[in-house]
């Protein structure tokens, strides 16, 4: 097989049972060289523990996989070589400081004294930590310690970076620094797969990904692909209320809709259009091309348009169509165009 394209990652059929739970049933996908593959899903999904067989950290119940050639479970001393990993928690020593915690993982590595401490030297100036280098860990921000966990992963040049929700926890900017600093490593070769329940994260980042729930991968692809195939992108027109709709609400948005459904005729079909109470939801499959011409009709029969919104659907609509829910509780509560 052409080195290449091979997969660096392959799981078949993967089984994680713990009494009755089936943490993780029956997951197969593949990882191939050079690629950022995300496995995107809500809390008790199976992403820790499939994470964990992958690292050799936990046997799977049956089925396999293999990371960089090897197999987990016949040859974990192999895989671990090729593997950095970054756990959900960051696992630093409080009373170590930076370097030393780094000059620690380089000797874990068996990695030669002098290696050790050029790779120590560039990797606290890539992560910008080279201020810090001799600051006790403990000391260290939320964003401080996720950079310094990362780069104990990168020590030892690992093929396969595995990363447990890199971002988890950490302020919206640090949470941008760690992704282009993330993107930077993909960037120069590394095949990595993350996890994360942050959709935006996986949208950003991941060229391909899997939607994980209750232990099963639901749907996998380009992030682009999969939010295409929910369909439609959304329009909210804000409307100014029309001086003949007085009766009550029901009859009114009924009105309002049989208003558009006629105006918009040719433009938008009569299903795709929802009145509510001021406001009035279109469904198109291309929002931003169809605007202006949606406005110029309009706008010739002197409607008062005084607000407009549009949505694309989100990996979260990707989720909800595949799952019936949101891939989190809060993702509920944030201001949805669509909500009808
Ligand atoms: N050591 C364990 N013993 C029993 N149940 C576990 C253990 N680890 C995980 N689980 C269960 O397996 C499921 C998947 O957990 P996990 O892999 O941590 O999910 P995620 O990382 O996606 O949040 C959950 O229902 C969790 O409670
Ligand atoms: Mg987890």
Same mark, same amino acid.
């Given at each position: 097989?052409?080195?290449?394209?091979?997969?660096?990652?392959?799981?078949?059929?993967?089984?994680?049972?713990?009494? =009755?739970?089936?943490?993780?049933?029956?997951?197969?996908? =593949?990882?191939?060289?050079? $690629?950022?593959?995300?496995?995107?899903?809500?809390?008790?999904?199976?992403?820790?523990?499939?994470?964990?067989?992958?690292?050799?950290?936990?046997?799977?119940?049956?089925?396999?996989?293999?990371?960089?050639?090897?197999?987990?479970?016949?040859?974990?001393?192999?895989?671990?070589?090729?593997?950095?990993? &970054?756990?959900?928690?960051?696992?630093?020593?409080?009373?170590?400081?930076?370097?030393?915690?780094? $000059?620690?993982?380089?000797?874990?590595?068996?990695?030669?004294?002098?290696?050790?401490? !050029?790779?120590?030297?560039?990797?606290?100036?890539?992560?910008?930590?080279?201020?810090?280098?001799?600051?006790?860990?403990?000391?260290?921000?939320?964003?401080?310690?996720?950079?310094?966990?990362? +780069?104990?992963?990168?020590?030892? !040049?690992?093929?396969?970076?595995?990363?447990? =929700?890199?971002?988890?926890?950490?302020?919206?900017?640090?949470?941008?620094?760690?992704?282009?600093?993330? =993107?930077?490593?993909?960037?120069?070769?590394?095949?990595? *797969?993350?996890?994360?329940?942050?959709?935006?994260? %996986?949208?950003?980042?991941?060229?391909?990904?899997?939607?994980?729930?209750?232990?099963?991968?639901?749907?996998?692809?380009?992030?682009? +692909?999969?939010?295409? +195939?929910?369909?439609?992108?959304?329009?909210?027109?804000?409307?100014?209320?029309?001086?003949?709709?007085?009766?009550?609400?029901?009859? %009114?948005?009924?009105?309002?809709?049989? $208003?558009?459904?006629?105006?918009?005729?040719?433009?938008?079909?009569?299903?795709?259009? &929802?009145?509510?109470?001021?406001?009035?939801?279109? +469904?198109?499959?291309?929002?931003?091309?169809?605007?202006?011409? *949606?406005?110029?009709?309009?706008?010739?029969?002197?409607?008062?348009?005084?607000?407009?919104?549009?949505?694309?659907?989100?990996?979260?609509?990707?989720?909800?169509?595949?799952?019936?829910?949101?891939?989190?509780?809060?993702?509920?509560?944030?201001?949805?165009?669509?909500?009808?």
């Amino acid at each position: 097989m052409d080195p290449a394209t091979q997969a660096v990652i392959e799981v078949s059929d993967l089984v994680k049972v713990y009494g =009755e739970t089936r943490a993780v049933d029956d997951v197969s996908f =593949e990882v191939d060289r050079g $690629e950022l593959f995300g496995f995107l899903g809500p809390n008790g999904a199976g992403k820790t523990t499939t994470i964990r067989i992958l690292s050799t950290l936990l046997k799977p119940t049956s089925g396999g996989a293999r990371v960089a050639g090897h197999d987990v479970v016949a040859e974990p001393g192999e895989v671990r070589k090729r593997l950095g990993l &970054a756990m959900q928690t960051a696992t630093l020593d409080a009373f170590s400081t930076g370097r030393e915690t780094l $000059e620690l993982a380089g000797r874990l590595h068996r990695m030669p004294p002098r290696e050790i401490k !050029r790779r120590t030297d560039e990797l606290l100036q890539l992560m910008g930590l080279e201020a810090a280098a001799k600051k006790l860990t403990g000391t260290y921000s939320g964003g401080m310690k996720r950079r310094l966990d990362l +780069a104990t992963a990168l020590m030892h !040049r690992p093929e396969v970076l595995i990363l447990d =929700e890199p971002t988890e926890g950490l302020d919206p900017q640090s949470r941008t620094a760690l992704w282009e600093e993330l =993107e930077r490593i993909n960037a120069e070769g590394t095949t990595m *797969l993350l996890t994360t329940h942050y959709m935006e994260e %996986a949208d950003r980042l991941c060229s391909r990904l899997a939607i994980i729930d209750e232990g099963r991968v639901v749907v996998e692809g380009r992030p682009e +692909a999969l939010k295409a +195939a929910v369909g439609a992108d959304t329009v909210v027109l804000q409307v100014g209320r029309s001086p003949d709709a007085d009766g009550a609400q029901g009859s %009114a948005e009924d009105a309002r809709k049989t $208003e558009f459904c006629t105006l918009l005729d040719g433009m938008v079909p009569c299903e795709a259009v &929802a009145a509510h109470d001021g406001s009035v939801t279109l +469904a198109v499959a291309d929002a931003s091309a169809a605007i202006p011409g *949606l406005l110029r009709r309009l706008d010739g029969h002197g409607l008062d348009i005084t607000g407009l919104q549009m949505s694309r659907p989100s990996l979260d609509d990707v989720f909800l169509q595949y799952t019936g829910r949101h891939i989190r509780e809060e993702a509920a509560d944030q201001p949805i165009i669509m909500g009808f």
